[in-house]
């Protein structure tokens, strides 16, 4: 439903289906999404969980499936200050579709790659003028 109570339509450049669609998205929105989905982690352990992200860009991911509501940040009173991350049942809701994309992905990779590569020896062999 968009603002005004009508079906969404990600497909219109007006829906706000297509903001959240592009959160979900979003390569490290989605990575830490998986590794939330086994519990509550700190920002130094989810940021060597989900590799060569950078502190700033997963500073800017966290903050904003926050503010989707998709994840929590509980601030532990204590010294030095405790901070996790954890899934709300509506980010939950988001594990098994991204699991089904990760499975496919996974899958898909050989093929993928193949038709990577045929694609780039044949644009190879059109500016060689080759006719292959």
Not at 107 to 122: G, K, M, W
Request: proline share 8%.
């Amino acid at each position: 439903m968009d603002t005004n109570g009508l079906p969404g339509n990600i497909l219109d450049p007006n829906c706000p289906s297509r903001v959240i669609f592009q959160r979900i998205g979003d390569k490290w929105a989605s990575l830490v999404i998986q590794v939330l989905g086994d519990g509550p982690v700190r920002f130094s352990e989810l940021r060597k969980m989900v590799h060569v992200v950078t502190p700033k860009v997963l500073t800017q991911t966290l903050r904003a499936l926050e503010r989707d509501g998709l994840i929590t940040r509980t601030v532990h009173a204590q010294v030095p200050p405790r901070v996790d991350y954890e899934l709300t049942p509506m980010g939950e809701s988001l594990l098994q579709p991204l699991t089904l994309l990760r499975q496919w992905a996974e899958s898909h990779v050989p093929t993928i790659l193949e038709a990577r590569d045929t694609y780039d020896e044949a644009q190879d062999d059109l500016l060689l003028g080759s006719s292959n």
